[in-house]
């Protein structure tokens, strides 16, 4: 493979690899208006999760106490 192909692919490769960052991240120096959509969704999905775990948790630990309660 000679000079010239190499720095042509190296190129190719920078601006295919950069051409991603734009669109994964939503703009090429980053996102001043704070988190994208995507981001805010995982973290509504997340925060209802960690309300969902606890609800679980307290309705198990009820469930035991009326439990012991009828022995």
Request: aromatic share 4%; no cysteine.
């Given at each position: 493979?000679?000079?010239?192909?190499?720095?042509v692919l190296l190129?190719?490769?920078?601006?295919?690899?950069?051409?991603?960052?734009v669109e994964l991240?939503?703009?090429?120096?980053?996102?001043?208006?704070?988190?994208?959509?995507?981001?805010?969704?995982?973290?509504?999905?997340?925060?209802?999760?960690?309300?969902?775990?606890?609800?679980?948790?307290?309705?198990?630990?009820?469930?035991?106490?009326?439990?012991?309660?009828?022995?």
């Open positions: 493979m000679s000079f010239g192909k190499i720095i190129l190719g490769l920078a601006i295919v690899a950069y051409a991603v960052k991240s939503g703009t090429a120096i980053g996102n001043p208006e704070g988190p994208t959509q995507a981001k805010r969704q995982l973290d509504t999905v997340r925060v209802r999760a960690k309300e969902l775990e606890r609800e679980n948790q307290k309705n198990a630990e009820d469930m035991i106490k009326k439990s012991d309660e009828n022995r």
